[in-house]
């Protein structure tokens, strides 16, 4: 169900599945999808577009939580998400595991891993993934 307050909407469509490709509506997004294994493919993947994505939101996030306590994010901070595509095995599919190595340089590790923290819970994947989704969140 979708809130009466939409920030923002994005639309894309994929044909070919993982291997084919993407676009989104208003054509500033267009993308070859290769299969990770194959090792002439020059595509990406949906495991790619969603580590840069989720890598990119929770920046942001951790930035929104910056803010709110008056601290100050070096322009060089960054968040490296790695995701794994992960069988469960017998007949169960697969499931994401995420690791968030964040490097917030020249903030106290209590401080960073406060603002870490904070973070996960203002960031939409964190809200998306939760629950289905291993996620780990270290210092880098």
Same mark, same amino acid.
């Given at each position: 169900?979708?809130?009466? %307050? %939409? &920030?923002?909407?994005?639309?894309? =469509?994929? /044909? #070919? +599945?993982?291997? *084919? *490709? @993407?676009?989104? @509506?208003? #054509?500033?997004?267009? /993308?070859?999808?290769?299969?990770?294994? $194959?090792?002439? +493919?020059?595509? =990406?993947?949906?495991?790619? &577009?969603?580590?840069?994505a989720y890598a990119a939101c929770f920046l942001s996030a951790i930035r929104r939580a910056a803010d709110a306590e008056g601290i100050a994010i070096a322009p060089d901070s960054?968040? %490296? !998400? $790695?995701?794994? &595509?992960?069988?469960?095995?017998?007949?169960? #599919? !697969?499931?994401?595991? /995420?690791? &968030?190595?964040?490097?917030?340089? +020249?903030?106290?590790?209590?401080?960073?891993?406060?603002?870490?923290? !904070?973070?996960?819970?203002?960031?939409?994947?964190?809200?998306?993934?939760? +629950?289905? !989704?291993?996620?780990? /969140?270290?210092?880098?």
């Amino acid at each position: 169900m979708r809130s009466k %307050t %939409t &920030l923002y909407q994005a639309q894309a =469509t994929a /044909i #070919g +599945g993982r291997v *084919g *490709g @993407a676009a989104s @509506a208003d #054509g500033r997004l267009k /993308i070859r999808l290769d299969d990770p294994a $194959d090792p002439v +493919g020059k595509g =990406t993947n949906p495991e790619q &577009l969603f580590a840069a994505a989720y890598a990119a939101c929770f920046l942001s996030a951790i930035r929104r939580a910056a803010d709110a306590e008056g601290i100050a994010i070096a322009p060089d901070s960054h968040v %490296t !998400a $790695d995701v794994a &595509l992960d069988d469960v095995g017998a007949g169960g #599919g !697969a499931v994401l595991a /995420i690791e &968030l190595s964040v490097d917030l340089s +020249g903030l106290d590790d209590a401080v960073a891993e406060r603002l870490a923290s !904070a973070a996960h819970a203002l960031c939409p994947y964190s809200k998306a993934v939760r +629950g289905d !989704a291993k996620v780990s /969140i270290r210092l880098a």
